[in-house]
Nanobody, 116 residues
Framework: QVQPVESGGGLVQPGGSLRLSCATSISRFSISAMRWYRQAPGKQRELVAS???????NYADSVKGRFTISRDNAKNTVYLQMNSLKPEDTAVYYC??????????WGQGTQVTVSS
């Protein structure tokens, strides 16, 4: 299935860490970028981090220095390591696979809740 599948969400205390995973069957050679988005209730979906086919990394200012996006090409999997989590990081996190010629593909999302 071409649809990305996220995992790794859960409940964590402020200051804690989680690692999200996003697996896809799409060839890495067809992917222009893998991106993590998040959406909190009542808010617009926002871009959190991205990694291009060439390995270029970008982060939202709100997560810079705390989150790290990476990929395992052999497993067609992208990760989002989230450290020093804050309550404002609470959201549904979505993986998006952007391709060169076949559009983009969204995962179903995984819930991340940061609360004491």
């Amino acid at each position: 299935q071409v649809q990305p599948v996220e995992s790794g969400g859960g409940l964590v205390q402020p200051g804690g860490s989680l690692r999200l995973s996003c697996a896809t069957s799409i060839s890495r050679f067809s992917i222009s970028a893998m991106r993590w988005y998040r959406q909190a209730p009542g808010k617009q979906r926002e871009l959190v981090a991205s990694i291009t086919n060439g390995g270029r990394l970008n982060y939202a200012d709100s997560v810079k220095g705390r989150f790290t996006i990476s990929r395992d090409n052999a497993k067609n999997t992208v990760y989002l390591q989230m450290n020093s989590l804050k309550p404002e990081d609470t959201a549904v996190y979505y993986c998006n696979a952007e391709t060169y010629g076949s559009g983009a593909y969204w995962g179903q999302g995984t819930q991340v809740t940061v609360s004491s």
